[in-house]
């Protein structure tokens, strides 16, 4: 058991440094797409979709929320199921926000739907789950 809980945290560990080069690569992307948007005639104004920008900007807070859950259980020894809805509702809302409406199917709006409501539906009940545990 031992040799296995070692392992363990040595995955874990190198999951950790990949996702924070990860993270980099993520933020030294959006610096070069604003920076290509803003200095880009006309001056100031976002020639490229800034849905596109938001998607970006929420990449990489996805990955930040990734390495929270990877260093959440690297302390506790648990995976925290609140953390792990919370990135899974950021990806979805991501994905919301980056949609061509007029190119989608209803299916997959109605897919995105149901997500989300499931999703919701778990972060309530794990939300007032821990509210009702000692501390």
């Keep these: 058991m031992g040799a296995i809980e070692q392992i363990e ?11 924070i080069a990860v993270i980099l690569v993520a933020m030294f ?3 070069v797409v604003l920076s290509k948007q803003l200095l880009v005639s006309p001056y100031g104004f ?11 900007f929420l990449n990489v807070l ?3 929320e990734i390495l929270e859950n990877i260093t ?9 199921v609140e953390l792990v809805i919370v ?4 990806a979805v809302a991501r994905k919301i926000i980056i949609l061509d409406l007029k190119g989608t ?21 794990i939300r007032s789950t821990n509210a009702k545990k000692p501390h």
């Design 87 to 90: 990135t899974s509702l950021i």
């Design 62 to 64: 996805i990955a930040l």
């Design 105 to 125: 199917e209803g299916s997959k709006i109605i897919g995105l739907a149901v997500a989300i409501l499931a999703l919701s539906i778990s972060y309530g009940i």
């Design 46 to 56: 976002f020639n490229q979709s800034l849905f596109e920008i938001f998607g970006l």
């Design 72 to 80: 959440a259980y690297l302390r506790k020894h648990v995976v925290q």
């Design 29 to 31: 992307d959006l610096v």
């Design 9 to 19: 945290g040595l995955v874990s560990k190198i999951l950790s440094i990949v996702m």
